[in-house]
């Protein structure tokens, strides 16, 4: 079962970081790369940064206490300090508007 829900403006995003949203008392970050619209838990598994503070280079947040780094696509850890993977959600666009799953 989905659960989609409405949480941003396409507008509101821009490339090189991410912008914290908080739907239903989650805390994800959305992300623009490429076109394409990502979204990730945001805190960080290592410590508690926030990752929408970080830096986005290509697919990668970088987070911004210890450089650690995520795959927005997977939420996979790709450089120590992380190791613990972070969740990924899935986003669709329509109307304007971000869209994530929440189920
Ligand atoms: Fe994110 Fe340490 S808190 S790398």
């Known amino acids: ?24 008392g989650h805390d994800i970050a959305l992300y623009l790369q490429d076109g394409q619209v990502f979204a990730t838990d945001n805190l960080c598994t290592h410590g508690h940064a926030k ?30 300090p992380c190791t613990e993977p972070i969740r990924s959600w899935p986003v669709k666009v329509e109307g304007g508007r971000v869209w994530l799953d929440l189920a």
């Open 1 to 24: 079962m989905s659960n989609w829900t409405d949480v941003a403006a396409e507008a509101d995003l821009f490339e090189g970081a991410g912008i914290p949203v908080a739907p239903a």
């Open 51 to 80: 990752l929408c503070d970080g830096f986005l280079e290509g697919f990668e947040i970088e987070c911004p206490f210890h450089q650690g780094r995520f795959d927005i696509r997977s939420g996979a850890a790709t450089l120590a």
